[in-house]
């Protein structure tokens, strides 16, 4: 079982930046491939970055557009985003997740577990 816990939302500017961090516990941190999701109200739940279990390849959805950047600290057990140029479209709720498969990438199906997420509010 792995526990997902998500910080550093919040209410930012358009052009500004957040950096969201998702610290784990439980089971080893370094063993999961690691991903962000978002979901604004009345849309579905969308791909938004993902890390191999060493950081040796990230992803990223086709609206980032070099904007945001993931990034993972094992001895931490802690993954990171880094989101720069902020949209008011970038407006959702974030989500953490966490797959055993090596080839999770964007499929939402592929991750186990799921933070409770972090707020995220880009004014105009």
């Known amino acids: 079982q792995v526990q997902l816990v998500e910080s550093g939302g919040g209410l930012v500017q358009a052009g500004g930046s957040l950096r969201l961090s998702c610290t784990t516990s439980g089971r080893t941190f370094s063993g999961y491939t690691m991903g962000w999701f978002r979901q604004a109200p009345g849309k579905e739940r969308e791909f938004v970055a993902a890390i191999t279990w060493n950081g040796g390849a990230t992803y990223y959805g086709d609206f980032v557009k070099g904007r945001f950047t993931i990034s993972r600290d094992n001895p931490k057990n802690t993954m990171y985003l880094q989101m720069n140029s902020l949209k008011p479209e970038d407006t959702a709720l974030y989500y953490c997740?966490?797959?055993?498969?090596?080839?999770?990438?964007?499929?939402?199906?592929?991750?186990?577990?799921w933070g409770q997420g972090t707020q995220v509010t880009v004014s105009s």
């Open positions: 997740a966490a797959s055993s498969k090596v080839f999770a990438r964007a499929t939402l199906g592929a991750y186990e577990y």
